[in-house]
């Protein structure tokens, strides 16, 4: 049976859906197979978006229709028979799952304690422990979706605790913990403990306030007006709108009000007010806006619309219908939805989850035990937690790149490594806040910065007074970024790189090997790909780097494999690739991977390693048994060294592609610091699961 957890609130709008996002990102942590379930659905004629928020997350395999319950008719119409639904629905999903997080009613149809008490009947007979959500501010207002309500005091909080503490026993739910979310943040403490008074059997946390997870986006305000976007980047979009301010009065007047974040709304007549506001956006000396609404039955005079193209804003500007008045209603009105195709948001959401509640805890009281398998979900959970053990200082060199400064914002706010960016200050922190992210807290370097030129052309000019270099020529190279980027992590700026999102492979590495050089008994830099697959990690090399290795780079291509492999948690089981297994083949290639093979069980007799070897007598025990059996790394390998670059690479994307395996990677190894290569279409979790690595090898590197 599996074990769920069934949260639910004592009122709407109270943000069940960040702690079922938190709740859901946690149990994926620890057990493979994680559901969801929605008992009584929004809406009959809309698909509930929180629910498909919750799907989307990569640790769950459901369909929408099999984890919906009833509707709210169904409720009105025959409570009874709609709880027997819920229940026959729900334990489909069950039996699919080890966990799953089932979301109670949203509070859009019958009055709250009706609701609460609905509610705690369906968790009694699904025989499902209560998460309680309490919202931490005042009942809604018209301004509340931009986060101004007011806070609600301990005692406050403590009377509604009390309220739906009572309703939850009197139908026999069984409280597992509580969570205030959206608690005042100057009172956190105070809050808990006086919900803790109440429920003195069970855990108590706190999610503050945070205005971005509930002000909305422009996306949903160009929907809420049902407006058009007429010029500005489709992906600014996502840009959160903090406040609201009319531009109705004169020019002088309006540039005083705006403040940061802003969505302004300006009379589609008025535009000595639209070129001042967007003048304003451009000039660096005024607040950065999310967006502006033209409203109003006016057409944009041309010559003007000439002048706002040539100011080349790529800020959202939405054209709606209607007059002032209604339109800013209409804003004010919005509220913001979390959903996974907002990462910036969605990740907010993880972090403060994560940051407020303790997961270790909140799985103890589920009584889910970690699981032995590792699904791909899972191993980047403990890339992350194991990157964030040890805070290391990363450097990313391509600023320009819009997913460099996405997964900059997402490895800042999961705190997964320190950053150094490379660009221009001001060019990058001013794309960053047009695309809505927060990358305060990294270090952004111009590479053409005089001081760090000057340091790293004399010391470039040392490392390669051999090969005639000048001054003059290494102050001309070192502005590169991959030569910056690389100097930086060899004279101890930073404690690694990861590069190649724009630029080459040959580009990205090329420097380390002139400078960071290999490790002292390694005669070549290789590389792996991590390969998690749906219950193991494997260790797949050399895939990237090595196009025809000699037996003796075989060897240390395994014996850098395997090093690699012990640490990230994997027992290095090695097996050198052949098309013949033992003494069954013969040939050049097979007596090269035999003599690869001779020579790692001299460099390291430590290592289980087997070769010549087959894939499938390496990775099917039955096929071992018949062709090498006895052996301690036949049908068990962890570890599994190609014998070229042809095949190695075929087959890691065969099996990633075929199998669907998560590759992650190439991971760089040899090398004295870490430098790490992406592929130029990495994707942005693809940058962050490679910084996290790069951090876990120079965590490595610094304690040896």
């Known amino acids: 049976m599996a074990r769920s957890i069934y949260i639910t609130s004592a009122e709407g709008h109270s943000g069940k859906s960040t702690v079922a996002l938190g709740v859901l990102d946690s149990l994926s942590r620890v057990t493979p197979r994680v559901g969801v379930f929605r008992t009584i659905s929004r809406s009959t004629t809309a698909r509930d978006y929180v629910l498909e928020m919750l799907l989307e997350h990569d640790g769950v395999d459901l369909t929408y229709d099999e984890c919906v319950g009833v509707s709210y008719d169904d409720v009105r119409a025959d409570p009874g028979r709609a709880l027997a639904e819920i229940v026959e629905r729900y334990k489909r999903v069950e039996d699919k799952c080890d966990a799953v997080v089932v979301l109670g009613s949203d509070y859009t149809d019958v009055g709250s304690p009706a609701e609460l008490a609905f509610n705690a009947r369906i968790a009694a007979n699904l025989g499902t422990p209560v998460l309680l959500v309490l919202g931490g501010r005042q009942s809604q207002g018209q301004a509340e979706a931009l986060g101004q309500t007011a806070p609600r005091s301990p005692e406050q909080t403590g009377q509604i605790a009390s309220l739906a503490v009572a309703e939850l026993s009197r139908g026999n739910a069984e409280l597992a913990a509580t969570i205030v979310n959206r608690a005042d943040g100057d009172r956190v403490d ?374 690699t492999a012990r640490q990230f948690g994997i027992e290095p089981r090695v097996a050198m690739l052949s098309y013949s297994t033992g003494e069954s083949g013969t040939g050049a290639d097979v007596d090269k991977v035999r003599q690869a093979t001779a020579y790692v069980r001299e460099r390291a007799p430590e290592l289980l390693v087997e070769g010549p070897i087959q894939y499938d007598a390496a990775s099917d025990a039955a096929v071992a048994q018949a062709k090498l059996p006895g052996s301690d790394v036949a049908g068990r390998a962890t570890v599994f060294v190609f014998p070229d670059l042809n095949t190695g690479n075929n087959t890691y994307k065969a099996v990633q592609r075929s199998a669907g395996a998560l590759a992650i990677g190439p991971v760089l190894q040899g090398l004295n610091k870490p430098i790490n290569d992406l592929s130029r279409g990495a994707l942005v979790d693809d940058i962050v699961n490679t910084v996290a690595i790069t951090a876990i090898q120079a965590q490595e590197q610094s304690s040896t």
């Open 190 to 563: 105070e809050i808990i403990a006086a919900v803790r008074e109440l429920t003195p059997n069970s855990p108590v946390w706190a999610l503050p306030e945070d205005r971005l997870l509930v002000a909305p986006t422009m996306g949903d305000i160009l929907r809420s007006v049902e407006g058009e976007l007429v010029k500005g980047e489709q992906a600014l979009l996502g840009r959160e709108a903090l406040g609201v301010t009319v531009a109705a009065m004169s020019v002088a007047g309006v540039l005083p009000r705006l403040e940061e974040g802003d969505v302004v709304i300006i009379p589609a007549d008025r535009a000595d007010a639209l070129v001042a506001t967007l003048l304003a956006n451009s000039s660096g000396t005024f607040p950065s806006l999310a967006g502006i609404v033209l409203n109003g039955p006016f057409e944009v005079p041309e010559p003007v619309l000439r002048l706002v193209e040539g100011l080349s804003s790529s800020i959202p500007i939405i054209r709606a219908d209607g007059d002032t008045y209604a339109t800013a209603v209409r804003i004010m009105n919005t509220r913001g939805r979390l959903a996974a195709s907002g990462q910036q948001r969605y990740t907010r959401a993880l972090s403060l989850f994560e940051q407020n509640v303790d997961i270790d805890e909140l799985t103890r009281v589920l009584g889910v035990a970690r699981a032995r398998v590792v699904t791909p979900l899972m191993f980047q959970y403990q890339l992350l937690e194991r990157a964030r053990g040890n805070l290391q200082h990363v450097v990313l060199p391509e600023g320009s790149d819009d997913r460099i400064l996405r997964a900059a914002a997402i490895l800042l706010e999961r705190g997964v490594a320190k950053l150094t960016i490379l660009g221009e200050p001001f060019e990058v922190r001013a794309r960053a806040i047009e695309l809505g992210l927060d990358i305060a807290d990294a270090d952004v370097l111009s590479p053409f910065d005089a001081v760090f030129v000057d340091r790293f052309a004399t010391e470039y000019t040392r490392l390669r007074a051999h090969k005639g270099m000048t001054y003059d020529k290494a102050a001309d190279l070192v502005t590169d970024v991959s030569y910056f980027g690389t100097m930086m992590v060899h004279m101890g700026y930073a404690d690694g790189m990861v590069s190649g999102a724009a630029h080459t492979t040959a580009h990205t590495i090329r420097p380390s090997f002139e400078i960071i050089k290999t490790k002292p008994g390694t005669s070549v830099v290789s590389s792996v790909f991590l390969m998690s697959l749906a219950d193991r990690v494997l260790v797949y090399g050399d895939c990237a780097v090595i196009p025809d290795p000699t037996s003796d780079q075989l060897a240390d291509i395994a014996v850098s494999s395997a090093a």
